[in-house]
């Protein structure tokens, strides 16, 4: 790539070419004899590891395990980081997802030594103050959802999903009307079909129509008494909202099936709707997307699950209550599905989320899904001449373009992802839904700022320009990072987790 050539390609770029440090791995640094340590001489006599415990008890030694300072792991790791892309860094404009910035006061309240150090196993008398956080949360996120009931145990939105579907298997049971399968739309979340398959049910998939959405008269062609639920998502998966949701639930009911309402994308609506007045049955919360705490990069995440009053019986145990001033953990609840985690959730996620609700208040959490549907559809409608929108209905939090543009001159949705890192922000979903063909999934939410996303946009529009002016560039792109372009496919299939050192 010339010169030129990769100064046209970052023309209007918010990333900056500075020093990299080419960082070797831990296994080629050091030398016999550093430690990071300094200890005293043991006050008690020195015995072999080998006296201690049985032979089969203690591992090989590691050949060529690595001997460093405190400094030599303090640069490597430092070094190592400033390689990665972070929310704190720029945009993530990662839809479906909520990639948000996380307040750093939730991590200051996280990490408030009593709650911080709390042991799960600390009887429920010296245990009041974190109780009444996770009660009062429940009451929040019923407020803000209009659910019934609330169990904050599951700890992710497809831990979630299952809980959820437990519950629905539960109820039906108990009815003596156990039923075989499930109904989802075809641009449900991956998790939906797993989550209704590991509780029994085949799947059924409906198709969205010309809008994108749920076609009323199909379903009420689809549902019969041998169906059990739909697993919707509202918005759906193409961030437009199922203006039919009333006549949808209606139709289920009235086959005696039961609604689940998947809450990934629950940032647009906060505040704003009542879940059980659309006739959903159970919903999910991605405490982790839609309130602002630590996300991605593998967890640690919360998905509460809330239920309307005739599916409260089978809520996971403990179910936190207050009752004569206390608060306590009720498990002798008969028909309950049981425990979805040890203890009572991840409870570091439930602070943050429990903090956030508090910094925002009711007008806050309703502000911040009006800005989140502003900013979605203000790069939608920036964009649209130079990306196609294959569903170009009313949008919410997301806007759902596709290459169908970029194709005609040989640039994929790949293919422009991987150009975008190196104008200094990070891809979008791509190729998901599954219903839109080279599909570009971009969600901004409510924390990015109109100079943030008038630069994301930018280097949107320079990209489609590029595609047809120098379209040759694109496929050794991103040429700014240290690594670019991996075999992902045999990374994914053959990964390398150990290391092997040279003969």
């Given at each position: 790539?010339?010169?030129s050539?990769?100064?046209?390609?970052?023309?209007?770029?918010?990333?900056?070419?500075?020093?990299?440090?080419?960082?070797?791995?831990?296994?080629?640094?050091?030398?016999?004899?550093?430690?990071a340590?300094?200890?005293?001489?043991?006050?008690?006599?020195?015995?072999?590891?080998?006296?201690?415990?049985?032979e089969?008890?203690?591992?090989?030694?590691?050949?060529?395990?690595?001997?460093?300072?405190?400094?030599?792991?303090?640069?490597?790791?430092?070094?190592?980081?400033?390689?990665?892309?972070?929310?704190d860094?720029?945009?993530?404009?990662?839809?479906?997802?909520?990639?948000?910035?996380?307040?750093?006061?939730?991590?200051?309240?996280?990490?408030?030594?009593?709650?911080?150090?709390?042991?799960?196993?600390?009887?429920?008398?010296?245990?009041?103050?974190?109780?009444?956080?996770?009660?009062?949360?429940?009451?929040?996120?019923?407020?803000?959802?209009?659910?019934?009931?609330?169990?904050?145990?599951?700890?992710?939105?497809?831990?979630?999903?299952?809980?959820?579907?437990?519950?629905?298997?539960?109820?039906?049971?108990?009815?003596?009307?156990?039923?075989?399968?499930?109904?989802?739309?075809?641009?449900?979340?991956?998790?939906?079909?797993?989550?209704?398959?590991?509780?029994?049910?085949?799947?059924?998939?409906?198709?969205?129509?010309?809008?994108?959405?749920?076609?009323?008269?199909?379903l009420?062609?689809m549902?019969?008494?041998?169906?059990?639920?739909?697993?919707?998502?509202?918005?759906?998966?193409?961030?437009?909202?199922?203006?039919?949701?009333?006549?949808?639930?209606?139709?289920?009911?009235?086959?005696?099936?039961?609604?689940?309402?998947?809450?990934?994308?629950?940032?647009?609506?906060?505040?704003?709707?009542?879940?059980?007045?659309?006739?959903?049955?159970?919903?999910?919360?991605?405490?982790?997307?839609?309130?602002?705490?630590?996300?991605?990069?593998?967890?640690?995440?919360a998905?509460?699950?809330?239920?309307?009053?005739?599916?409260?019986?089978?809520?996971?145990?403990?179910?936190?209550?207050?009752?004569?001033?206390?608060?306590?953990?009720?498990?002798?609840?008969?028909?309950?599905?049981?425990?979805?985690?040890?203890?009572?959730?991840?409870?570091?996620?439930?602070?943050?989320?429990?903090?956030?609700?508090?910094?925002?208040?009711?007008?806050?959490?309703?502000?911040?899904?009006?800005?989140?549907?502003?900013?979605?559809?203000?790069?939608?409608a920036?964009?649209?001449?130079?990306?196609?929108l294959?569903?170009?209905?009313?949008?919410?939090?997301?806007?759902?373009?596709?290459?169908?543009?970029?194709?005609?001159?040989?640039?994929?949705?790949?293919?422009?992802?991987?150009?975008?890192?190196?104008?200094g922000?990070?891809?979008?979903?791509?190729?998901?839904?599954?219903?839109?063909?080279?599909?570009?999934?971009?969600?901004?939410t409510?924390?990015?700022?109109?100079?943030?996303?008038?630069?994301?946009?930018?280097?949107?529009?320079?990209?489609a320009?590029?595609?047809?002016?120098?379209?040759?560039?694109?496929?050794?792109?991103?040429?700014?990072?240290?690594?670019?372009?991996?075999?992902?496919?045999?990374?994914?299939?053959?990964?390398?987790?150990?290391?092997?050192?040279?003969?």
């Amino acid at each position: 790539m010339t010169e030129s050539t990769r100064q046209q390609s970052n023309s209007s770029s918010t990333a900056m070419k500075g020093l990299v440090f080419d960082e070797p791995l831990l296994f080629e640094m050091g030398s016999p004899g550093r430690a990071a340590y300094s200890l005293p001489k043991c006050d008690v006599p020195e015995v072999e590891l080998e006296a201690l415990l049985p032979e089969g008890e203690i591992r090989d030694p590691i050949k060529s395990f690595p001997e460093l300072t405190e400094l030599d792991v303090v640069r490597h790791f430092t070094r190592l980081s400033q390689w990665n892309f972070s929310i704190d860094t720029n945009f993530y404009p990662l839809g479906s997802c909520t990639m948000k910035y996380n307040p750093k006061i939730n991590e200051v309240t996280a990490a408030l030594p009593g709650f911080a150090q709390h042991h799960p196993y600390t009887p429920e008398a010296l245990s009041q103050g974190s109780l009444q956080l996770m009660f009062e949360l429940q009451e929040y996120l019923k407020e803000i959802s209009g659910m019934a009931h609330v169990s904050l145990q599951p700890a992710a939105g497809a831990h979630g999903e299952l809980a959820g579907m437990l519950m629905i298997h539960a109820y039906l049971a108990k009815q003596g009307a156990q039923r075989k399968k499930i109904i989802l739309p075809d641009s449900a979340h991956g998790t939906n079909p797993a989550s209704a398959a590991l509780c029994g049910y085949s799947v059924v998939q409906i198709q969205s129509d010309e809008r994108g959405l749920i076609d009323p008269a199909k379903l009420e062609s689809m549902m019969d008494e041998d169906t059990a639920a739909i697993m919707l998502t509202n918005p759906n998966t193409l961030g437009m909202f199922e203006t039919d949701i009333i006549k949808i639930t209606e139709i289920v009911h009235n086959k005696g099936g039961l609604v689940y309402c998947d809450g990934a994308n629950l940032n647009a609506v906060m505040g704003k709707t009542k879940m059980d007045a659309m006739g959903i049955d159970v919903l999910h919360f991605n405490l982790h997307k839609t309130f602002s705490t630590p996300h991605g990069g593998g967890g640690p995440g919360a998905g509460p699950v809330g239920v309307i009053d005739k599916l409260e019986p089978y809520l996971p145990v403990p179910v936190i209550e207050h009752t004569d001033g206390r608060y306590k953990l009720n498990s002798d609840r008969p028909d309950s599905v049981g425990k979805m985690k040890a203890f009572f959730g991840n409870f570091g996620i439930l602070v943050r989320a429990y903090t956030y609700i508090r910094s925002l208040g009711p007008e806050g959490i309703k502000l911040a899904a009006e800005m989140a549907v502003l900013n979605a559809n203000y790069i939608k409608a920036s964009l649209q001449e130079q990306y196609h929108l294959p569903y170009d209905g009313p949008s919410l939090h997301e806007a759902v373009f596709n290459d169908k543009h970029q194709l005609k001159h040989k640039v994929s949705t790949m293919d422009i992802a991987k150009m975008l890192i190196d104008y200094g922000f990070h891809p979008p979903t791509v190729y998901f839904p599954l219903i839109v063909k080279g599909a570009l999934m971009i969600e901004p939410t409510e924390t990015e700022s109109k100079e943030t996303i008038d630069g994301f946009i930018e280097a949107m529009k320079d990209i489609a320009r590029q595609a047809e002016s120098s379209p040759g560039i694109f496929h050794d792109a991103p040429y700014m990072p240290v690594a670019s372009r991996p075999d992902e496919t045999t990374a994914a299939r053959s990964p390398k987790l150990r290391w092997k050192p040279s003969a």
